[in-house]
């Protein structure tokens, strides 16, 4: 199926080449490839069909990037913006300030609960808490002592209840209880699969919230689901209040549309993703990755990927002349940032980069895309002066740059700072410095070997 | 803030909580505006063929099998042989007859006892629940049932398999955790030689069809069958999960690729999913859909019907 899409694709790209700018008709042929390969990849209809329109109001008159063909640009705009949709990397996760704080795992039968319950207990105790598992899924046959069986593996204690303590209720406020006494600061409560449309024992959960006060409830889902993720989802999300999703089962070829579905119905967040039935075969959630598997044209995208390098790296030349010449300017800054983004997070970014000397320092600090959204819409709503020249934004120009961008002044204000410091950095990797960062003799063969490096879009050092 | 061209996504929920409610919406009208158009209250019209998409590719058709029931629909449309909506409720309904046909076969009957069934899927598809169902069901029929716990990876499995033959009243034939099910297997079938019972049925660990070697290990167990056994495995079931998408069809691909798939269970069907990815395995694979499961008690296993199954994907 792959090899026709791309070729059907191809097909597209070599009629099309060479026009310059999105139109209703050139983006055409390549809308309904991608809305067959969303609908293949089980995105839910609706949401295929809002996602279709939207991209082509979008696109309609944009310029056609000079190294790609308009069906290419419309698929790049398509994967930017379920990038966009997918989130961030949101494997944060909330703790209550009242320990211990209580997750709840919920979801439909046979979905992965109980294995993502002791994979996210290891990951926690990898991660400095001290966590206590226990089951309250009474009804099927030997699903306590899975949990058990599990929690023996992976070394996590387990509540596993006393005589007498038949329901989930009671079983979940002892657990509780053995939390508070024994010191440990989460509890993790594992529930029975339901159906979305069993109202008891929809009931029963919602009588579990209200006991527990849960800080986090993960919707647990199957990355095979199909069309129905919508409805499941929004009704578990409509009866707990669900605050984030782990999607499992995404080591097979699933390509795992449901993702796109349960975010667009709930709006929260995908947190982590099951790869294996091994308790530690468990990773964040990272939206590029989902959105190239969704659109299942990994040789496209990565054609596409290519191509936007080509174009690029032009521009990284003139960017690394413009810091020379110190011309690194607001407008300079806000094309990194579009850049960064276009290929992903900047953690991805510095994955590619050598884990050596200040860059191994920089791979622990964690940017947010919302962050980079804010900061787009805060150099958008200045002037091009002000653009050009950031010392003439003074205190009358930050309120208006707030206001336009939705943003406060204090916003603009740490932009701005963000900014010169960038500006500073970059100046002293451009100047050489890089070299004496990775320290000692060897520093300057590093700095050669970088020189000659593919660098990534964006980084114009 | 973050604005995506479905709204904003983070910072404006209630912009996302409009077009949840819009999603609602349409979905609602849909069902009514299906319902005029199928009673005969309209023509035939590009609008009334996105309305059947939309209800097809809803029911996990898949776009393929879509497009191929429409476009026959379409050329009669333009043929003038169809005029008005009421006619096309029967010919969509002979549309996925025809693909189904076949799919109502029963297990055939095995003649020298014991039969074998052996029972594979992904995991969490239902295999060991539909396990207790059909040890239930075969004992109603008045045939006696040994179950093989050749699961011996997940956590509790065996446990979980030894709960359903309690509840049945079947002897689990079974070793350690971590055993080579292929071992077990043996076991279980020269236990069920002597004891002259009429079924073994064997549950095995999911697998993604993706995992070679869990595969071939599949394999395997049925060349180990078939050496106690000669005909063995006599049935070989895959249990789908009604709520799975288009990777179904892959599943059945892989599996009976594998191991020889004879039929399918298709599970979870009291859910508010549809199945239909079957309708896109008969086509392919012209596989017979064995059985449903509408529930998690022993007796929630029907026999497949084509009618009444095309009948709920119009629901
Ligand atoms: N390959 C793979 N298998 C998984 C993953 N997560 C869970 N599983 C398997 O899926 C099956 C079902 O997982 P469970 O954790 O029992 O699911 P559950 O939601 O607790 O099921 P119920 O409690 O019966 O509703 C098991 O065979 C697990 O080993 C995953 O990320 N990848
Ligand atoms: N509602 C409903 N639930 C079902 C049905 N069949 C199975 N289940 C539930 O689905 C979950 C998984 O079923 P299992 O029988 O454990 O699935 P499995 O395929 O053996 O799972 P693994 O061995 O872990 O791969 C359990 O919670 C079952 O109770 C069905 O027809 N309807
Ligand atoms: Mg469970
Ligand atoms: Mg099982």
Not at chain 1, 109 to 138: E, F, Y
Not at chain 1, 416 to 434: A, D, I, N, P, V
Not at chain 2, 31 to 46: H, P
């Amino acid at each position: 199926m792959f090899d026709n899409l791309s070729e059907k694709l191809q097909r597209v790209f070599k009629n099309l080449r060479g026009e310059g700018r999105l139109t209703a008709e050139n983006m055409d042929a390549a809308l309904r490839e991608i809305r067959v390969a969303l609908l293949e990849a089980d995105v839910n209809f609706r949401v295929v069909k809002q996602l279709i329109e939207a991209v082509k109001v979008k696109a309609m008159g944009e310029e056609v990037l000079q190294a790609l063909s308009p069906s290419q640009q419309v698929i790049a705009i398509v994967r930017d913006e379920l990038i966009k949709v997918l989130g961030s990397h949101e494997s944060k996760l909330r703790f209550s300030n009242d320990p211990p704080s209580v997750f709840l795992i919920v979801g439909l039968q046979g979905s992965g609960k109980t294995t993502s319950t002791g994979k996210l207990a290891r990951w926690l105790s990898k991660n400095g808490h001290r966590p206590l598992v226990v089951s309250v899924d009474i009804y099927r046959p030997a699903a306590r002592e899975q949990l058990n069986v599990i929690a023996k593996q992976i070394n996590i204690p387990i509540y596993f209840g006393a005589p007498g303590e038949a329901l989930p209720v009671d079983l979940a406020r002892s657990a509780k209880l053995e939390a508070t006494n024994s010191g440990r600061d989460v509890l993790l409560v594992d529930t029975a699969g339901r159906l979305h449309i069993d109202d008891d024992l929809m009931g029963e959960l919602q009588q579990l919230k209200e006991l527990l006060g849960p800080v986090e409830i993960l919707f647990v889902a199957d990355a095979m689901t199909g069309q129905d993720a919508v409805k499941s989802a929004e009704e578990f999300h409509k009866r707990l209040g669900i605050t984030g999703v782990i999607l499992t089962k995404m080591d097979g070829d699933a390509r795992g549309g449901a993702a796109l579905s349960i975010r667009h119905v709930t709006g929260q967040p995908l947190k982590f993703v099951g790869v294996g039935e091994k308790p530690d075969a468990f990773e964040p959630f990272y939206p590029d990755r989902a959105a190239s598997r969704i659109l299942g044209m990994g040789d496209i995208l990565s054609f596409i990927e290519k191509a936007e390098e080509f174009v690029d790296k032009k521009q990284a030349e003139q960017m690394q002349q413009k810091l020379m010449d110190n011309e690194f300017t607001l407008e300079d800054f806000r094309n990194q940032i579009r850049q960064m983004r276009k290929i992903g997070s900047l953690d991805s970014i510095l994955k590619m980069m050598p884990q050596v000397g200040m860059l191994k320092e920089l791979q622990n600090v964690k940017v947010d895309e919302g962050e980079m959204t804010r900061v787009v819409a805060i150099i958008d709503s200045m002037t091009p002066r002000e653009r050009n020249n950031h010392m003439i934004i003074n205190g009358n120009r930050r309120r208006r740059i707030a206001k336009g961008s939705g943003t406060s002044v204090q916003d603009v204000n740490q932009l701005l700072k963000q900014y010169t410091q960038t500006r500073k950095m970059m100046k002293s990797f451009s100047g050489g410095m890089l070299g004496g960062m990775l320290g000692g003799k060897s520093g300057g063969k590093m700095a050669g070997k970088l020189g000659k490096m593919k660098l990534p879009p964006g980084f114009g050092f | 803030m973050i604005q995506t061209l479905f709204g904003s996504v983070e910072q404006e929920p209630t912009l996302l909580e409009k077009l949840k409610s819009g999603v609602q919406k349409t979905r609602a009208g849909l069902v009514t505006r299906l319902e005029d158009a199928l009673s005969g209250k309209k023509e035939i019209d590009a609008d009334l063929l996105d309305e059947l998409e939309y209800t097809l590719i809803s029911a996990d058709i898949g776009v393929s099998t879509t497009n191929e029931i429409l476009d026959r629909i379409r050329e009669r449309v333009d043929r003038k042989l169809i005029g008005d909506a009421s006619e096309l409720r029967s010919l969509i309904r002979e549309q996925l007859l025809e693909i189904l046909e076949g799919s109502e076969r029963p297990m055939p009957h095995v003649f020298e006892p014991p039969a074998v069934v052996m029972v594979v899927g992904v995991n969490g598809a239902g295999k060991t629940t539909t396990i207790g169902k059909l040890a239930s069901r075969f004992q109603g029929e008045g045939r006696s049932v040994l179950l093989c716990a050749a699961d011996t990876f997940r956590a509790a499995a065996i446990e979980q398999l030894e709960v359903w033959g309690e509840r049945t009243g079947t002897e689990v034939i079974r070793q350690k955790p971590g055993s080579d099910p292929s071992a077990v297997l043996f076991d279980a079938l020269h236990a069920a030689r002597a004891r002259k019972v009429d079924y073994v049925i064997v549950d095995t660990a999911g697998r993604l069809q993706t995992k070679t070697n869990l595969m071939a290990e599949l394999e395997k167990m049925r060349r180990t069958a078939s050496r106690v056994i000669p005909d063995a495995p006599h049935e070989v079931l895959l249990v789908l999960d009604a709520t799975t998408g288009q990777n179904g069809l892959e599943q059945a691909r892989k599996f009976t690729e594998s191991s020889g798939v004879t039929g399918i269970v298709l599970t979870k069907l009291d859910g508010t999913a549809k199945g239909g990815v079957v309708v896109a395995i008969a086509r392919e694979l012209r596989l017979p859909i064995r059985y449903i499961g509408v529930g998690e008690q022993a007796g929630d296993l029907l026999p497949f019907e084509a009618e009444s199954f095309i009948a709920s994907l119009f629901e």
